[in-house]
């Protein structure tokens, strides 16, 4: 006789944390399976919704930017303005980032190179 033991506190993370989670349809039921055993496993690295992002301890993921010149075209454009439907997109995208946590100050003794790929800039409301 084969028994079958049900992880509730599984079950809950899937019922509760995954919700929203939309998971690769062309994902093989057994690869489907094995990421939801990986996201259980390392459940602690996402945030809650009473977490901000950047208040988890111990995870962080090192971003090595080429700043050298010559530069990439990506970062050799020029400022552009944005059209106001773009504009408003982006800032409503700000502030989400804002209230999670993300984006912080950076004191003027602060030594840093780039924290950042994208810089926004408003220049006279534009």
Excluded: C
Excluded at 17 to 35: W, Y
Excluded at 101 to 121: A, L, M
């Amino acid at each position: 006789m084969i028994y079958s033991v049900k992880n509730i506190d599984k079950e809950e993370f899937v019922a509760n944390k995954l919700a929203e989670a939309q998971i690769n349809p062309s994902l093989s039921p057994k690869m489907s399976h094995d990421f939801i055993d990986v996201l259980y496993t390392y459940k602690n690295a996402l945030p809650s919704d009473n977490e901000q992002l950047r208040t988890i301890k111990g995870y962080e993921v090192d971003i090595t930017l080429n700043i050298d010149r010559p530069y990439l075209p990506v970062l050799a454009r020029p400022a552009y303005t944005a059209i106001p439907r773009a504009r408003e997109a982006l800032e409503k995208h700000i502030q989400e980032l804002i209230q999670l946590g993300v984006p912080r100050k950076v004191s003027h003794n602060e030594e840093f190179v780039v924290k950042t790929p994208v810089i926004i800039s408003w220049n006279n409301d534009k």
